[in-house]
């Protein structure tokens, strides 16, 4: 065994790269090509008509935004008002709960004592 990393046979990708390599390759001695390609760029921004200014929002982009804005604004506003309710709800069981008796551990040893107490001595009935 190996650490050595092996892919599938390449043969057909590098079929694939040959036969698009004459359509993907510029020219590159060709200043006239560069040229007609940024008149082609240039020419295409200014047909599809680009915002004023990159930070503009399209009508729809903020109505979907004011409707994703108005979504969160509800939910925040369920959150807050079910932590209310919940520290409320804690606030008066702290308030009203009794205290619970310490459950015994060691049967025996932790029982109160059941000694009787003490007798006062009777009085004496002396005439």
Not at 56 to 83: E, K
Not at 114 to 122: I, L, M, T
């Amino acid at each position: 065994m190996s650490n050595e990393l092996r892919f599938p046979d390449q043969s057909p990708d590098r079929e694939v790269v040959d036969a698009l390599q004459p359509l993907l390759t510029p020219p590159m001695d060709n200043a006239a090509y560069w040229d007609g390609l940024q008149r082609r760029i240039m020419a295409r921004i200014a047909t599809v008509g680009t915002p004023a200014s990159w930070w503009s929002i399209s009508p729809t982009m903020a109505r979907a935004g004011l409707i994703a804005a108005g979504l969160a604004l509800l939910i925040l506003g369920a959150l807050v008002q079910q932590t209310r309710e919940i520290e409320a709800r804690m606030a008066v069981q702290s308030v009203m709960e009794t205290e619970m008796e310490v459950a015994r551990v060691i049967p025996g040893v932790d029982e109160p004592s059941v000694h009787a107490a003490p007798r006062a001595p009777a009085p004496s009935r002396s005439r």
